[in-house]
Nanobody, 119 residues
Framework: VQLVESGGGLVQPGGSLRLSCEASGSSFSMMSMGWYRQAPGKQRELVASISILSRTNYVDSVKGRFTISRDNAKNTVYLQMNSLKPEDTAVYYC??????????????WGQGTQVTVSR
């Protein structure tokens, strides 16, 4: 399984971005998907995850601002990010696997996409 992210960039505080992650292969619908981020000098954290039944979970700091969704027909998972803050600045990684939680990562990783929130 290969994961390819897109959609990162530079945005002003309060702005929006949508990240996309397209997966290769035919097993996408049977995998949980997640978005992680890592800022310089900080540990990687799970931002949002979505199960094969489309149950979602979010880290507290993004609840109400970020939305994770999946389109199994397109083998793609999205992260809609609204009301962005400078502290959201990080490299965002797509992750796929059987189980994704704050304690367990999936097997497959994308290459990462930079999100910078700044004036």
């Amino acid at each position: 399984v290969q994961l390819v992210e897109s959609g990162g960039g530079l945005v002003q505080p309060g702005g929006s971005l949508r990240l996309s992650c397209e997966a290769s292969g035919s097993s996408f619908s049977m995998m949980s998907m997640g978005w992680y981020r890592q800022a310089p000098g900080k540990q990687r954290e799970l931002v949002a995850s979505i199960s094969i039944l489309s149950r979602t979970n979010y880290v507290d700091s993004v609840k109400g601002r970020f939305t994770i969704s999946r389109d199994n027909a397109k083998n793609t998972v999205y992260l809609q990010m609204n009301s962005l803050k400078p502290e959201d600045t990080a490299v965002y990684y797509c992750n796929a696997g059987s189980v994704i939680t704050s304690a367990t990562t999936g097997t497959y990783w994308g290459q990462g996409t930079q999100v910078t929130v700044s004036r």
